[in-house]
């Protein structure tokens, strides 16, 4: 639910409204409430996951 995802990412019902309008986080519509599955919360943090790029640049002169 709602109340409980926002519990989860420690925001606002507001922000996961806005969140579900930009369509940056899918859901599911039952009884005409909103449900989010395993894999809509999984996606959602992968694609707003933010690496180091001076980790990343690091790792990759390691590599060479």
Same mark, same amino acid.
């Given at each position: 639910t709602k109340p409980e995802l926002a519990e989860m990412f420690k925001v606002s019902e507001r922000t996961?409204?806005?969140? &579900?309008? =930009? !369509?940056?986080i899918? +859901?599911? &519509?039952? =009884? !005409?409430?909103?449900? +989010?599955?395993?894999?809509?919360i999984q996606e959602y943090i992968?694609?707003?996951?933010?690496?180091?790029?001076?980790?990343?640049n690091q790792m990759s002169a390691n590599a060479s």
């Open positions: 996961i409204n806005r969140e &579900m309008s =930009a !369509g940056n899918g +859901f599911v &519509m039952i =009884a !005409g409430r909103a449900r +989010f599955l395993d894999h809509h992968r694609l707003n996951e933010k690496r180091n790029s001076s980790s990343e």
